[in-house]
T-cell receptor, first 113, second 113 residues
């Protein structure tokens, strides 16, 4: 398996624009997590899904953020409208129920100017 | 919710010496404590983990200790090598092992040749 695949790797956008980050989890994994990494706040869990159903979205910072998982092999994290303070590296991770390891993608570095 | 504190934030060690990173957690219900290593431009990768029913676990040059009473756990790397240079994160969870991981703020470890 190619691991967790995220796209794009880098995204530069202007303030106010909509941004969509994409994630393909490892095949067969039933948990999917979205994390945000910044220097100030470290790694923060934004939301996670189990079998495509959102379980906990308490980490989503504002209504501007939304996440979907329409099927077991695809998830999106959308920011609309984007703001400069959203600049960060966003990671997607997946894991298998009963396993103890979360596998991370390589991340999307988002810059909002 | 869970709060994980990690120290130090940066650590420089002479090659061949040992490195120790310490974490404390707040939620007594947490029972799973993984350590992740993040290399430049990559996502975090699990290197070792420990459950609350175990006090110590070793894997070659890496060991983790857990003190549930004091709510702290530590990562020990012996005979450090240049490839150990990275950012290390501790985390805590009370789920099946990977649900809602709360991460520490990270330690940047530099191995001096």
């Amino acid at each position: 398996d190619a691991g967790v695949i995220q796209s794009p790797r880098h995204e530069v956008t202007e303030m106010g624009q909509e941004v969509t980050l994409r994630c393909k989890p490892i095949s067969g994994h039933d948990y999917l997590f979205w994390y945000r990494q910044t220097m100030m706040r470290g790694l923060e869990l934004l939301i996670y899904f189990n079998n495509n159903v959102p379980i906990d979205d308490s980490g989503m910072p504002e209504d501007r953020f939304s996440a979907k998982m329409p099927n077991a092999s695809f998830s999106t994290l959308k920011i609309q409208p984007s703001e400069p303070r959203d600049s960060a590296v966003y990671f997607c991770a997946s894991s298998l129920r009963g396993s103890t390891e979360a596998f991370f993608g390589q991340g999307t570095r988002l810059t909002v100017v | 919710g869970e709060n994980v504190e990690q120290h130090p934030s940066t650590l420089s060690v002479q090659e061949g010496d040992s490195a120790v990173i310490k974490c404390t957690y707040s939620d007594s219900a947490s029972n799973y404590f993984p350590w992740y290593k993040q290399e430049l431009g990559k996502g975090p990768q699990l290197i070792i983990d420990i459950r609350s029913n175990v006090g110590e676990k070793k894997d070659q040059r890496i060991a983790v200790t857990l003190n549930k009473t004091a709510k702290h756990f530590s990562l020990h790397i012996t005979e450090t090598q240049p490839e150990d240079s990275a950012v290390y994160f501790c985390a805590a969870s009370q789920g099946f092992g990977n649900e809602k991981l709360t991460f520490g703020t990270g330690t940047r470890l530099t191995i001096i040749p």
